[in-house]
């Protein structure tokens, strides 16, 4: 096993924060004055004895983190993924020694680069060129070695017109380019990446990801925090989920992403009725999952069972060419499959304005185990009025028991045929 490059035991970090009580709806001047001199003393006190200065009539302790224990490997690429205020950056800026733990101990072997959020280890009135060396003096470098990697960084970050322009007039994007370029090419040991990425455009992170993934592959240590389950999914072979301050899974990426998507997304919805908008051309007025005895869906669905979707749309227009399609997409909300009318064989001739129901067919056995959504569309070709419902339904597909335990990468499952040959192997070899 590689050498543990990261030891936290224990970890917590505790904050100290203030409510105000309700205030009464007339208070004497005697008693603002009384009171704004209390909380000047006790302010002063804290001060002194090193204590945080906190705003409010009642304090409360509040543990960001706690209990906190994990073990990192030497090239490990690491997820840390929660919802927000699980701890996920509290966690970075202890491992970054940028906040000290309040219980506990983590040890840390290397030098750490981190990038938390926009601007960390800039100084506005600096420009990028002096920022660069700056920000590499943090992070312990030598001038040499900066000097060595500066065209690099500067290449990399796509800033290079504005280098010697101080980074205070710089954009969000322009400042994450050129901090992430300076943290991932300075060679630290650990490389702690925060979601700040999310402010650059696409281009952006598919490169970072790309420089990511090349620090893994060069053995070096890469933390991870997204809300983006295709970056994590990407780059990390391994996934901790925290969840109120603890540590709620660790483990393969597969299955703590399926976890935190079973954990904080809504349950399967089989039946919708939507409110009527009379202005509207088209409507969706409701929508159901049923089985093949047509009777609703109530629970996650059998890998291997037939469904149907059916829907009712108020056509209040007369169009003699008009289209209706369903999508499906996954809980990265990528769509997955688009199913036309028009590529059925069946004809649509609506004419008249009226209530027209649809059924179709949802093909079975298709997605792997996991949480789906549906999107519906109908519209008229003609004047482009159109009804498009966004996630009106959701659905489980169950993991069928031969399957579980193995891990099943991918999206979509399809049985295909396989042909096997199999060869005597003679003169002594195999």
């Given at each position: ?38 909380s ?20 409360e ?7 906190i ?14 919802r ?68 690099e ?7 290079e ?29 650990i ?25 893994g592959?060069?053995?070096?240590t ?25 540590v709620?899974?660790d483990g ?18 089989s ?38 979707l ?39 001739s609506?004419?008249?304005?009226g ?9 079975n056995p ?21 009804e ?15 399957f ?26 195999g």
């Amino acid at each position: 096993m590689s050498d543990i490059i990261i030891k936290a035991e224990d970890l917590g970090k505790k904050y100290v924060i203030g409510h105000r009580a309700k205030q009464e709806r007339y208070i004497a001047l005697r008693d603002v004055l009384m009171k704004n001199a209390n909380s000047l003393w006790q302010k002063t006190k804290d001060l002194v004895q090193g204590k945080p200065i906190v705003r409010g009539d009642t304090i409360e302790e509040f543990w960001a983190l706690s209990g906190i224990n994990i073990d990192i490997s030497e090239g490990e690429a690491v997820g840390i993924i929660g919802r927000n205020g699980a701890g996920k950056t509290t966690l970075l800026k202890i491992l970054s020694r940028i906040t000290e733990p309040s219980a506990g101990r983590v040890t840390i072997k290397g030098r750490v680069a981190s990038l938390l959020e926009v601007g960390t280890g800039f100084h506005p009135e600096l420009t990028g060129r002096e920022n660069i060396f700056l920000n590499g003096s943090i992070l312990g470098m030598t001038r040499r070695e900066i000097k060595r990697k500066f065209d690099e960084i500067v290449d990399f970050s796509g800033v290079e017109q504005f280098i010697d322009t101080p980074v205070k007039q710089y954009s969000s994007g322009m400042y994450v380019r050129l901090a992430f370029a300076v943290a991932a090419h300075l060679e630290p040991e650990i490389l702690v990446v925060d979601e700040v990425l999310a402010v650059g455009d696409a281009a952006f992170q598919k490169k970072c990801l790309g420089k990511m993934e090349m620090v893994g592959q060069e053995g070096r240590t890469v933390l991870f925090v997204s809300h983006n389950m295709q970056a994590i999914s990407r780059l990390c072979h391994r996934v901790i989920l925290l969840d109120g301050g603890h540590v709620n899974h660790d483990g393969k990426t597969v299955e703590t992403v399926r976890r935190y998507l079973a954990l904080y997304s809504p349950s399967s919805q089989s039946h919708a009725i939507f409110e009527d908008e009379p202005s509207k051309p088209i409507h969706l007025i409701e929508a159901h999952l049923l089985d093949q005895d047509n009777k609703s869906i109530n629970s996650s669905i059998n890998f291997a069972q037939r469904f149907f979707l059916k829907f009712k749309l108020h056509i209040r227009i007369p169009t003699n060419d008009f289209v209706v399609m369903y999508s499906i997409f996954n809980m990265f909300d990528e769509p997955l499959a688009l199913f036309d009318i028009r590529d059925s064989g069946s004809s649509v001739s609506i004419g008249r304005p009226g209530l027209y129901e649809f059924t179709a067919e949802i093909p079975n056995p298709l997605f792997v185990p996991g949480t789906y959504k549906i999107l519906v569309k109908g519209y008229d070709r003609n004047t482009g009025a159109s009804e498009v419902v966004r996630d009106c339904l959701s659905f489980e597909i169950a993991d069928p028991e031969d399957f579980r335990g193995i891990e099943r990468p991918g999206l979509v499952f399809k049985t295909v045929k396989w042909e096997i040959k199999s060869y005597q192997l003679t003169n002594g070899l195999g």
